[in-house]
């Protein structure tokens, strides 16, 4: 625990400016981010005596090491440049909107050829419009069920639509008439895309004058004695009547607006948020936040905003934001939100009519959110605590292992050997520092050496991260390397935390390898232990006897998630190695061969197989090769062993080769495994 006066800034030497500053840990790391319109009357606030200090404030002072800051011109300047840092650095002490789930939203691919309707969630694509949120996916495919009677817009996958072109067939929506059939050309492409932007019309609350047209043509066709047309109109009117009506008109007007709501105590917040679009309610969503220091109902607001319209543009920023309580000061506030738009938002809080009851409604959902949060979170962080706790006492630790780091190998008979390190903190996974580690210092098959590799190789980044802060003093072994680190720039994603507890998954002899590779570095306040998982015992080094924790204990339940989080994390980066390497060709490891030319060699000769026999002068046909890539690529073949034949065991038929379908040897392949992205391999 610091002492705040012992990197506290010289008198004068803090800008009388706007500006952002960041607190940073002994490990260098950013713990939080804030803004100021004066940075030096704002710092001072850190600065006062602790027992003036919001407790959680006092926590992170004493916790933080230094602080800095960047002057900037304006507020509006140091909003985004605060927005941009959190979003970088993910500050363990900053206000976070904890999202229970990934609300879908309605989309319309506007930027392909033929549009599609579908459930998206994440991150929001260009070309792509939105609509929602929604707080279940099942209620999209409702209002999407009633709708395709009127807009039948395309809603199959990209391999059901190529299925169906190149068969000439569509799928069952195509035969009922909830799909214009763009796949087999009953429409054009330009056909299909109107009706997809009269279906993006519809949703985005233009709908009377939609409605009214259908209504005229159901009228004309009756007078034409067109019957059967008029009642499909009268039908498709009652559809779209039915959609609407899920969706009940809120605000007059047409509005276009977005409420939000606080739900706070003294530790907590909930935020809860109505998007209407037409006057109806489009969307619904909330966070749960908590309040690391003392902070008003104004800047919750703000840290909501931010968080809402951080990554928006456009028309996805309404025209008037309603909330119970303004930032201090707006101006920046709203100056930000209206150059996210393109146009003037009003931000502004709502005293009288229609939009106060609404509000009043919002308000309402935010309460029950946060009672239900701390039902919930009370019983979550009970349950943890207990976990770390009987940990702690199993394995005789001075203190609960706040911060877990468990290392699994993985292979598949020696090849492709590689490891993994999962990261759990105060119970709870720290996916944005998963690792995983190719084993590089020898081949074959030999989990308790590669637990060592991986274990050295960790903490001596560890040793590199400390050395750098001058809190490691080397002992003139030559072992640790010097700073083979990026710049230390305090983003999160570092090896220079150690833990409390480290995990391997196996016994007696991954438990030695680990704490060998440890004591070789010279470290010696890390407690090591291994989960067996025949018996689920607990091992611990130089102990001839496992520790046996009950079946029904909270702290075996913990370690059990830990190493069965780092055998999926290890099995999936395993598996996607494997998977690449039998993707492979000999045509890859040619010089200067790129894909292009790849394609262009399988087509002219249709198969490997054909390519393998063939003559440099043959190959010199394909345009884009020359004699002498020729020569290379008959040499790379060459020495490229063909694999056996395959066979088909039901008729035992030798297979022929699929054109562009390859394997390491030139053998057709079906085989695949999803790429693990989380987390970094070293």
């Not at 879908?104 to 691919?109: G, N, Q, S």
């Not at 949120?133 to 996958?157: E, K, M, Q």
């Not at 480290?502 to 010279?522: H, M, N, R, W």
Request: glycine share 8%; aromatic share 6%.
């Amino acid at each position: 625990m610091a002492d705040p006066s012992s990197y506290r800034p010289r008198p004068g030497q803090i800008p009388d400016s706007p500006g952002v500053y960041r607190f940073r840990d002994e490990h260098r790391r950013v713990i939080y981010v804030g803004k100021a319109k004066s940075l030096r009357q704002r710092l001072a606030n850190y600065f006062q005596d602790l027992a003036n200090l919001h407790p959680r404030t006092r926590t992170m002072v004493t916790t933080a090491a230094s602080v800095e800051w960047t002057v900037v011109s304006t507020e509006v300047e140091a909003l985004q440049l605060e927005y941009s840092w959190i979003k970088e650095y993910d500050p363990r002490f900053n206000v976070k909107y904890r999202d229970d789930k990934s609300y879908p939203y309605l989309a319309v691919t506007m930027n392909e050829e033929y549009p599609r309707v579908q459930v998206m969630r994440g991150h929001k694509k260009k070309g792509v419009r939105y609509f929602g949120p929604y707080g279940h996916a099942w209620a999209i495919r409702d209002t999407v069920d009633l709708l395709l009677r009127v807009f039948p817009v395309r809603t199959c996958s990209a391999g059901v639509f190529k299925n169906a072109a190149r068969t000439g067939r569509p799928c069952l929506l195509g035969y009922i008439g909830k799909c214009s059939a763009p796949c087999v050309g009953r429409v054009s492409a330009e056909e299909h895309r109107e009706l997809a932007e009269e279906f993006s019309d519809f949703m985005a609350g233009r709908t009377g004058t939609y409605l009214r047209r259908l209504e005229k043509r159901m009228m004309e066709a009756a007078e034409e004695m067109e019957y059967e047309r008029a009642a499909r109109l009268r039908d498709d009117i009652e559809a779209l009547k039915k959609a609407m009506e899920k969706n009940a008109v809120v605000l007059a007007d047409a509005t276009d607006a977005d409420l939000i709501a606080v739900a706070e105590d003294e530790l907590e917040a909930a935020v809860q948020i109505f998007h209407v679009r037409g006057g109806r309610v489009r969307g619904q969503r909330g966070w749960v936040t908590d309040k690391v220091e003392e902070i008003t109902t104004g800047a919750l607001v703000e840290h909501a905003l931010q968080q809402l319209y951080g990554e928006e543009t456009g028309d996805s920023v309404p025209k008037e934001v309603l909330v119970p309580a303004l930032p201090d000061p707006v101006e920046p506030v709203q100056e930000w939100l209206t150059g996210r738009r393109g146009s003037h938002v009003s931000l502004r809080i709502p005293q009288r009519g229609d939009k106060k009851a609404l509000m009043e409604t919002v308000e309402r959902n935010a309460l029950q959110a946060l009672a239900l949060h701390k039902t919930k979170r009370a019983s979550d962080l009970t349950t943890r605590s207990r976990a770390l706790e009987e940990i702690a006492e199993a394995l005789d630790l001075d203190s609960a292992p706040l911060r877990i780091e468990c290392f699994d190998i993985s292979h598949l008979q020696g090849d492709d050997v590689v490891a993994s390190m999962v990261v759990f903190e105060d119970g709870l996974q720290r996916k944005s520092e998963y690792r995983r580690f190719q084993i590089k210092g020898f081949e074959g098959q030999d989990d308790v050496r590669s637990m060592h590799e991986v274990i050295t190789r960790r903490f001596k980044r560890y040793i590199a991260e400390k050395e750098k802060t001058g809190e490691w003093v080397d002992d003139g072994s030559g072992d640790v390397p010097g700073n083979t680190l990026t710049e230390d720039d305090g983003r999160p994603k570092k090896f220079a935390y150690p833990p409390q507890l480290l995990v391997v998954d196996g016994g007696q002899p991954q438990v030695a390898a680990a704490k060998k590779a440890l004591d070789e570095l010279g470290i010696d306040d890390i407690a090591v232990c291994g989960l067996a998982k025949r018996l689920e015992e607990v091992w611990l080094p130089d102990e001839d006897d496992p520790v046996v924790l009950p079946r029904t204990s909270e702290g075996l339940y913990l370690l059990q998630r830990v190493r069965d989080e780092a055998h999926r994390f290890a099995i999936t980066y395993q598996r996607a190695k494997r998977a690449k390497r039998f993707r492979s060709s000999p045509l890859d490891d040619v010089p200067g061969l790129g894909d292009t030319r790849k394609q262009a060699l399988l087509k002219h000769f249709g198969s490997l197989k054909k390519l393998r026999s063939a003559t440099i002068d043959q190959i010199c046909e394909v345009p884009g090769i020359g004699r002498k890539t020729a020569e290379t690529i008959a040499v790379a073949l060459a020495q490229a062993a063909p694999a056996a034949p395959a066979v088909n065991t039901a008729t035992g038929e030798i297979m022929e080769e699929e054109p562009g379908t390859m394997g390491s040897s030139g053998e057709p392949l079906r085989t695949g495994a999803p790429d693990e992205r989380r987390g970094q391999e070293t």
